[in-house]
């Protein structure tokens, strides 16, 4: 059976998943939401089986209808990789990526390794979305994203990490604080001082909320906020601590107007930051070399705790 003849009848039924719905899939193809149906019910009635499960409102897929988006997947992006390649022969070095990255990652740092590569590669072409860890994971799983960013994911059965870099949880201060000087600081110690959080939304709090259940003592911040640049200033005008990894304030560390003291919990030592793409997913040339632009940057950076990378 060739399926590239019914390559736009898959498309409808790619969108419908993708969306949930026929009404947001026919929004995005700008055509009649009866149109969507129609093809998706000539595919069924051509393969002979049902790839939507019928009686639902939202969209959920038969194990048939997974297995074509899965193919419909893989054909868009071997597509790609075979035009990006056959740009780089012809001496036609250009492209567009995709990234989707936590907020932690919005920093000086991170935007010098953009600068970088873009003036290397001025042909090439960046959409950065900056979402929570669960919306870059799904933004990666379902190629609307050739690479994601991330602190410290769960295992994710259709992910890869390509790069990971240890990132321990500290506790920032500033430098005139008595904090400052300890070696290191438990969780408990913090009831003590005037403490703003990343709120609810960041992995951060997934990771300090069954310490505090282990601990007995919950962390009562004067503040949480989803803006780390707040979290930053806050700690700047000294109005208190804050706990974020070391990324988020590289420049303000490397400048000496922030400190940042480790946590005695060993779970919070072992964390870290990942470079994630779709497992399976082959990546366009322009992408692959964004890649490693970033390790090779990431271990400059830190060079006391390199990148390990798993490709």
């Known amino acids: 059976m060739n399926l590239g003849q019914y390559e736009r009848h898959i498309q409808y039924l790619f969108e ?18 009866s149109s969507i149906s129609r093809q998706i019910a000539f ?6 089986t049902p790839l939507l499960e019928r009686g639902r409102r ?8 997974e297995l074509l988006i899965r193919y419909y997947r893989e054909k868009q992006a071997h597509d790609e990789v075979y035009i990006s390649e056959l740009q780089e022969l012809r001496g036609n070095r250009s492209g567009h990526i995709i990234l989707a990255i936590g907020e932690g990652f919005v920093s000086p740092l ?9 003036d290397l590669h001025s042909n090439i072409s960046l959409s950065i979305n900056i979402e929570s860890s669960n919306k870059v994971l799904q933004l990666v799983r379902d190629d609307e994203a050739h690479i994601g960013m991330v602190f410290h994911s769960p295992p994710d059965p259709k992910i890869r990490t390509v790069i990971t870099v240890p990132q321990p949880l500290k506790v920032i201060v500033h430098p005139d604080d008595p904090m400052a000087q300890r070696a290191s600081i438990k969780l408990s110690d913090l009831a003590e001082y005037r403490l ?10 997934e990771m300090l909320s069954p310490l505090e259940m282990q601990a007995g003592e919950r962390l009562s911040p004067i503040m949480t906020t989803n803006s780390l640049a707040l979290l930053k200033q806050f700690v700047k005008d000294r109005q208190g601590v804050s706990i974020l990894s070391e990324i988020v304030v590289f420049d303000e560390l490397a400048k000496g107007e922030l400190i940042a003291v480790p946590l005695d919990h060993l ?14 997913r082959l990546l366009p040339i322009p992408a692959s070399n964004l890649l490693k632009t970033i ?13 390990k990378n798993t490709i």
């Open 43 to 48: 595919l069924e009635a051509e393969l002979g």
């Open 295 to 307: 390790e090779t940057n990431l271990r400059a950076a830190f060079r006391n705790q390199p990148a």
């Open 58 to 65: 939202s969209i959920k897929l038969t194990e048939a209808g």
């Open 110 to 118: 991170f935007s010098r390794i953009l600068h970088q590569f873009t």
């Open 267 to 280: 779970e919070l030592q072992t964390t870290k930051f990942q470079i994630v793409t779709r497992l399976g």
């Open 196 to 205: 703003a959080l990343p709120d609810q939304s960041f992995r951060i709090r």
């Open 16 to 33: 419908a998943a993708r969306t949930g719905t026929m009404r947001a899939a026919s929004e995005r193809l700008n055509v009649a939401t």
